[in-house]
């Protein structure tokens, strides 16, 4: 079965670049997608096919994905964007989730 | 704003069954894909099952294959996972999503644009 990896954890200070990976054998030629999920709260789409940014979502989020790694980048991290954050691709009929990466900002 | 309330979620022993609810708000059911994505306290998220807009068409984790049921009712607005022969590792929140699919560029997409908050689930004698 198709399995995509992410670091468990990630920090950023406020202000700076986050950047989370997520990695699949040629994910590039799939579309990913990347969901947030704060403490208590049910996840939220954030990026969909692999660039773009759902209605309401800040500037400061943007995907990429080529080759076999797909990345979020979180551009002047705020506090409120420490969370868990999930990629996700569709394959054989089935929904792959990374296991997820947390995201801490001090 | 769309909503999806999940429902039906609860203490159960294992071997036992349980029937989730989730009803949309705001939007017709009936013409999207959806699914159920489970959370096991402190995990991560775990794709359960998807089915087609129409009904005709239902995916499943392999966790799951043979003992889970997923099913709609266009009339209710709703859609349904039947969980029989529960077993402890079931625990989990089960969060209903919408589902935007189809193709692009010739490449197949398949994602979740809306979230219900969950209903929990308890496998426990």
């Known amino acids: 079965s198709y399995e995509l990896t992410q670091p468990p954890s990630v920090s950023v200070s406020p202000g700076q670049t986050a950047s989370i990976t997520c990695s699949g054998d040629r994910l590039g030629d799939k579309y990913v997608y990347w969901y947030q999920q704060r403490p208590g709260q049910s996840p939220a789409l954030v990026i969909c096919?692999?660039?773009r940014r759902p209605s309401g979502i800040p500037e400061r989020f943007s995907g990429s994905n080529s080759g076999n790694t797909a990345t979020l980048t979180i551009s002047g991290t705020q506090d409120m964007d420490e969370a868990d954050y999930y990629c996700q691709a569709w394959d054989s009929n089935t929904v792959v989730f990374g296991g997820g990466t947390k995201l801490t900002v001090l | 704003e769309v909503q999806l309330l999940e429902s039906g979620g609860g203490l159960e022993s294992p071997g036992g069954s349980l029937r989730l609810s989730c009803a949309a708000a705001r939007f017709t059911l009936s013409s999207y894909s959806m699914s159920w994505v489970r959370q096991a306290p402190g995990k991560g998220l775990e794709w359960v099952s998807g089915i087609s807009d129409g009904g005709s068409t239902a995916y499943y984790a392999d966790s799951v294959k043979g003992r889970f049921t997923i099913s709609r009712d266009s009339s209710k607005n709703t859609v349904y996972l039947q969980m029989n022969s529960l077993r402890a590792e079931d625990t989990a929140v089960y969060y209903c999503?919408?589902?935007?699919?189809?193709?692009?560029?010739?490449?197949?997409?398949?994602?979740?644009?809306?979230w219900g908050k969950g209903t929990t689930v308890t496998v426990s004698s």
């Open positions: 096919q692999d660039n």
């Open positions: 999503a919408r589902i935007l699919s189809g193709y692009l560029d010739k490449t197949p997409f398949y994602y979740m644009d809306v």
